[in-house]
């Protein structure tokens, strides 16, 4: 289960019944009664999953989207789609439909991770902190795509081929660059890194 959820549910017994079940799957729960409070959320907190049980919820996901959402939503709603759980429904069936969203959503590129004080969204080629959005290139998403997909140290060599399709002779002079450029936008202080870090000849993402 994702650790973060925004649940916007007109219903207040309905709303902290499911903010209860879903602590208990050990997530974070922020819960909104209302459009305008769950889209000033969406504004400043980032977000694994939505879900919105408001009058019009396709009106209010919208209104969501705009307010900077960009993680799987589920509508609870009068009908059953891809994308809505008709209401009443069973919580093993919330869950359900929770984790194929997030699967599909995970699948397609579009999934959003944390990477130190940052969002990041592969898709947009985008990382967010605070209200700061700092535009990567397309080398800086995939060496952060691949770095965050890895377990520990990944070596210059191994990077280089992942996202270059080098060879291992090839000179690393492209990858240092690169990071170094990388590091002048998402570290306070490059020469200093605590994000992306240099270590036993390769590179790897603070924990």
């Known amino acids: 289960m994702p650790t973060r959820i925004l649940l916007a549910e007109s219903d207040c017994v309905l709303r902290a019944s499911l903010a209860e079940q879903l602590q208990h799957e050990g997530c974070e729960v922020v819960a909104a009664g209302s459009v305008e409070d769950a889209a000033h959320a ?113 070596p210059r060599d191994i990077l280089l081929h992942e996202v270059w399709g080098y060879g291992p002779a090839v000179a690393t002079h492209t990858l240092e660059t690169h990071i170094y450029r990388l590091r002048k936008k998402i570290e306070q202080d490059p020469a200093r890194a605590q994000i992306l870090l240099t270590e036993g000849g390769g590179y790897r993402l603070s924990a």
Do not use: C, W
């Open 42 to 154: 969406a504004r400043t907190g980032t977000f694994a999953f939505a879900i919105i049980g408001l009058e019009d919820g396709d009106s209010a996901a919208a209104a969501l989207r705009e307010a900077g959402l960009s993680a799987p939503l589920l509508v609870l709603g009068e009908s059953a789609t891809q994308e809505s759980l008709a209401k009443p429904f069973r919580f093993s069936a919330l869950l359900a439909r929770m984790h194929a969203l997030l699967t599909h959503h995970a699948a397609s590129g579009d999934a959003v991770v944390r990477i130190g004080p940052y969002s990041f969204h592969p898709s947009a080629k985008l990382l967010e902190a605070d209200g700061r959005k700092v535009r990567l290139t397309e080398k800086e998403t995939n060496i952060l795509k691949f770095l965050h997909a890895s377990a520990g140290t990944v």
